[in-house]
């Protein structure tokens, strides 16, 4: 594997997107490598992790009881609170931030928000096997609503392998865990998040893609004030080359994750995550830790996550201070045009 923001390979000239009928799924044509699929406790992954790079790992058995998990077991054991279910007109779920949605003039939701009880999910599952105009993906972050059986699951994922992780890797706090629960096919568009992220597959296949922070400037986020702040804003089926030229260096890795295998996604890790299309429903849980506090003395060149948070604060800073989001762009433009050349 090649070292942070080093990988190998050209970059795209002809764009095409190739449909695999066996599987469902497309390749596409930007050079992916595989990430390692390692042991936790082989030397490799711990270099791997330390630099803080993607790796699959077996044998943590850290979601081991809920590798049990079903459909009627979660039905009889999640308790009878409400939760959040997305809707999809396509398999695409492209997240964004409610808080935001004013910060645009017309946004349109890209799906729609749902609070059910489970068993209402597990109902209106079952009315959307067959369908191909709507798609349904709960995701929800595990709280102690649940009931008995499911806490006594939880207690007994592997705390005691994870703390030693959060130690070793000087991480902070562990901020959430969602469960994901979604159909054969459902994508989660090319994102990233601002934390570390210990991604284990329960039920089914997911296809991954993971881009280093160092495609920014390939990958397009949209501006940090818009609800899509985070995600890519290119069309990996039909990228706009006019508007995204960089597009065509974009470079990254890939692998598939397996029930019982954990997927190392590193915080500024762009990531684009997929169901297998011909696989079944598909159970996820994610572990989100903070980063670890930062070093009282700062290495230069700054790395490419530093320049991604560096870049978010600045836009945070120009758009609190100017009130109006069309304004950030000219701002910076004055700044750069004919002077920064
Ligand atoms: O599994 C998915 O569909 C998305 C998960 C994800 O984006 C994440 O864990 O950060």
């Known amino acids: 594997m090649a ?53 699959v790992l077996t044998g943590t058995e850290l979601v081991e009881p809920a590798l049990r998990w079903t459909l009627p077991y979660l039905e009889d054991n999640i308790g009878s609170s409400k939760h959040t279910v997305y809707i999809s007109k396509t398999k695409k779920f492209l997240y964004f931030d409610d808080k935001k949605v004013n910060n645009v003039p017309d946004f349109r939701e890209p ?12 109902d209106e599952l079952k009315g959307h096997i067959d369908r ?25 994922f592997n705390w005691r392998w994870l703390n030693d992780r959060k130690k070793r890797y000087n991480w902070g706090q562990l901020t959430t865990n969602l469960l ?8 989660s568009p090319c994102h990233y998040d601002e934390q570390h992220n210990y991604f284990c597959q329960v039920m089914g296949e997911k296809r991954c893609m993971l881009f280093s922070p160092s495609n920014f400037d390939k990958l397009y986020p949209f501006p940090v004030a818009h609800p899509c702040d985070r995600q890519t804003q290119v069309d990996f089926n039909n990228p706009d080359f006019e508007k995204f030229p960089n597009f065509r260096d974009v470079k990254g890795y890939e692998c598939m994750v397996k029930p019982g295998e954990v997927l190392y996604i590193p915080m500024y890790w762009w990531h684009w995550i997929e169901g297998l299309p011909k696989g079944g429903i ?60």
């Open 3 to 55: 070292e942070k923001g080093e990988e190998s390979s050209k970059p795209v000239e002809k764009y095409e997107v190739v449909f695999d009928e066996a599987t469902g799924l497309k390749h596409y044509p930007f050079p992916l490598e595989q990430v390692p699929r390692l042991h936790w406790d082989d030397p490799t992954a711990d270099h791997l992790m330390t630099h803080e790079m993607p790796v």
């Open 132 to 156: 191909t105009d709507e798609y349904l993906y709960y995701q929800d972050t595990l709280t102690d609503t649940v009931g008995t059986s499911i806490k006594h699951d939880f207690v007994h």
């Open 282 to 341: 598909t159970i996820s849980i994610t572990f989100w830790y903070r980063s670890g506090p930062v070093p009282n003395k700062i290495q230069y060149p700054l790395n490419d996550q530093q320049k991604t948070a560096i870049t978010r604060n600045i836009e945070k800073m120009l758009h609190e201070a100017l009130q109006d989001p069309a304004e950030v762009a000219p701002l910076l433009r004055m700044i750069v045009e004919g002077r920064y050349i």
């Open 111 to 122: 799906m729609k928000k749902r609070e059910w009880t489970f068993s209402k999910f597990v």
């Open 180 to 187: 994901l629960i979604g159909q054969p096919g459902n994508i």
